[in-house]
């Protein structure tokens, strides 16, 4: 997926990559806390894709969410 070639001649992992930290400045531009979770937290399939399992997902992000704002 990320070997593909976009419109605008770059590859679509560096595309996603561009448009990540661009998310990340236009939210550190704006004092708004920026938390990017990577699927790899999350359970997954080898190949990335994720499987929704509502009940632990939510666990997770709320964990990394408590860690973020500082909440125990």
Do not use: C, P
């Amino acid at each position: 997926m990320d070997k593909r070639m976009t419109v605008s001649g770059v590859y679509r992992g560096e595309q996603r990559k561009i448009y990540d930290l661009r998310k990340e400045k236009w939210a550190r531009d704006n004092n708004i806390r920026f938390l990017a979770i990577a699927y790899t937290r999350l359970i997954h399939k080898a190949n990335g894709r994720l499987l929704r399992q509502i009940d632990n997902d939510r666990r997770i992000i709320e964990r990394m969410l408590n860690e973020v704002l500082g909440v125990k």
